[in-house]
Each structure stands twice: as structure tokens, then as C-alpha cells.
Nanobody
Framework: QVQLVESGGGLVQAGGSLRISCAASGRTFNDHAMGWFRQAPGKEREFVAGINWNAGRTYYADPVKGRFTLSKDHAKNTVYLQMHMLRPEGTAVYYC???????????????WGQGTQVSVSS
């Protein structure tokens, strides 16, 4: 019942910045969470960051703490991931997900977007 569309991916130099977006439409949760995951070829999806929609509580994976920042725009039903100091190992398809609880577990998110490619050159 929820549709998620990511945008904003692209190619950046190591140390550069990029902001990606996730626009949501359709049914909303009582107090849902929006999470970002990334997946490199041949690897499982890795949790990046998440935010509780109503409370605004955020949760960042250790590799991105201090470099990535989540924000949200309620009027646009959009969550943003501002990425600074990007590293080559951050190259992946970044996926937006929605679920009832904020956490790092892939299986707790029921709805997924199509992903946006982020490539970091060295």
C-alpha cells in the first residue's frame, strides 16, 4: 500500500557530498520508520540510517556516523539522506524502505523503493 521512490543518486569524488531523497505515497503507518539501506554487487543489503517519522528519532550505522544526516519534510512525505565525506566503499545502490519499527534489521521493513545508484570515485 506504500510506494517509495528514490532519487538524487550520481557520481561523486571521494570526500564529496550528495543528497538522496525518498518520496512516499499511499497508506501511512501509525508511527512508521523510514530506513535507508545500500547494496553493492554480490553483497547483502546493509543498513545505513533510519528515522522515526513522527518522533524524529534517528539511528545511524557505525560506518556513516558523523558523515550522513537524515531529515524529513512532512508536507512532501519525503525523507532525505545528506551524505558528506563519501568514500569509495560507499558505492552501492541505495534503497529506501518503510516499516513499523525503526531498526537495522532488513526483515522489519515491508516496503521498498527501486533504489538509486551512488558511485564514489577514488
Amino acid at each position: 500500500q506504500v510506494q517509495l521512490v528514490e532519487s538524487g543518486g550520481g557520481l561523486v569524488q571521494a570526500g564529496g557530498s550528495l543528497r538522496i531523497s525518498c518520496a512516499a505515497s499511499g497508506r501511512t503507518f501509525n508511527d512508521h520508520a523510514m530506513g535507508w539501506f545500500r547494496q553493492a554487487p554480490g553483497k547483502e543489503r546493509e543498513f545505513v540510517a533510519g528515522i522515526n517519522w513522527n518522533a524524529g528519532r534517528t539511528y545511524y550505522a557505525d560506518p556513516v556516523k558523523g558523515r550522513f544526516t537524515l531529515s524529513k519534510d512532512h508536507a512532501k512525505n519525503t525523507v532525505y539522506l545528506q551524505m558528506h565525506m563519501l568514500r569509495p566503499e560507499g558505492t552501492a545502490v541505495y534503497y529506501c524502505a518503510a516499516g513499523p519499527f525503526l531498526g537495522s534489521d532488513y526483515n522489519r521493513y515491508a516496503y521498498w523503493g527501486q533504489g538509486t545508484q551512488v558511485s564514489v570515485s577514488s
